[in-house]
């Protein structure tokens, strides 16, 4: 006779995934919410942890060609980007007595700060930059990499003329920038922006009082902590926003957010081990798998330099 196997919580096939997937889904779409880049970004979902997309290395050109004349070759070549996946998670304990207690599920209420974790690591890794620090990405590569930018004037339109002139030099390239990412304190400095003569009391970039600023000559506006604040001591590295064509920005998800749960394991929480079932504890477990890669970035993405 067989052994019989228990039913576990801490055994994925025997009931330790605590959600459904539909619940992953609605996880992962919010943290691509929270993210600013990963919310601009192009989002693909992937069946292997490297994917490899098919790029334009230069483009095609076309001409008039006469009756029964050749074809003229251009110098359009293909490459490859590729993508590799990694993962990202968290894992949270409870007692045994709060779970008994709880007048919610504990997964519910600690889900949307697992959601901003997850969104602000994503972020900071896309970005390179974790609150105004420069960081070396985990993805195969970050905005803030970018060799092309543009420096950040005075006055109360000097965010507006930064982003025109970094649209300007992405269409010089052939790109379309359809993405502004700002540092958070950017939000009240385009609050604050008032027109002149008899438009002085007037918002210049907010729909009345009743708006916050959200786009930019027609293209979104988004914020991070991530980047450096306008208000910081200015720095050579002091990035203040990314514009960008943000169809070259590609997130490729092997797997969407997958909560797990288990009291049979012994955990090490800060140098400290907890022994779950000892200790009437259970762990849930918080993963995603992730990738991230940019193409053409140096043509498609602008960095705004605040240098005053």
Not at 37 to 45: K, T, V, Y
Not at 139 to 163: K, P, W, Y
């Amino acid at each position: 006779m067989a052994n019989a196997i228990p039913l576990l919580e801490g055994t994925d096939a025997s009931g330790g995934y605590l959600v459904r997937d539909s619940y992953g889904q609605t996880l992962i779409n919010t943290v691509n919410r929270k993210s600013a880049a990963l919310d601009l970004s192009q989002i693909n979902r992937v069946p292997g942890k490297r994917e490899k997309y098919t790029v334009y290395a230069g483009r095609p050109t076309a001409a008039f060609i006469a009756e029964g004349g050749p074809s003229v070759a251009t110098g359009a070549e293909l490459a490859e980007m590729d993508v590799n996946v990694k993962k990202i998670g968290t894992t949270v304990l409870y007692t045994r007595e709060l779970i008994e207690d709880a007048q919610e599920d504990p997964t519910v209420l600690i889900n949307a700060d697992v959601e901003a974790a997850f969104a602000d690591l994503c972020d900071a890794h896309m970005i390179g930059k974790a609150n105004g620090t420069n960081l070396t990405t985990s993805f195969d590569n970050s905005l803030r990499q970018t060799t092309q930018t543009v420096e950040l004037g005075s006055g109360g339109d000097a965010i507006a003329t930064a982003v025109s002139a970094a649209m300007t030099l992405i269409e010089e390239n052939g790109g379309e920038a359809n993405g502004v990412i700002l540092a958070t304190d950017g939000k009240g400095r385009l609050r604050d922006a008032r027109g002149s003569g008899d438009n002085a009391t007037r918002p210049v970039f907010t729909d009345g009082f009743s708006k916050e600023p959200d786009a930019l000559y027609g293209v979104g506006l988004r914020y991070s902590s991530n980047l450096s604040k306008f208000s910081a001591t200015p720095a050579a590295t002091k990035i203040v926003g990314i514009v960008g064509d943000f169809t070259h920005s590609v997130a490729a998800i092997r797997s969407d957010i997958i909560v797990r749960s288990t009291d049979q394991a012994t955990v090490d929480v800060g140098g400290t081990l907890h022994h779950l079932w000892q200790q009437g504890k259970t762990a849930l477990q918080w993963e995603m798998r992730i990738g991230y890669a940019i193409h053409d970035r140096d043509r498609m993405f602008v960095a705004i330099v605040d240098a005053s």
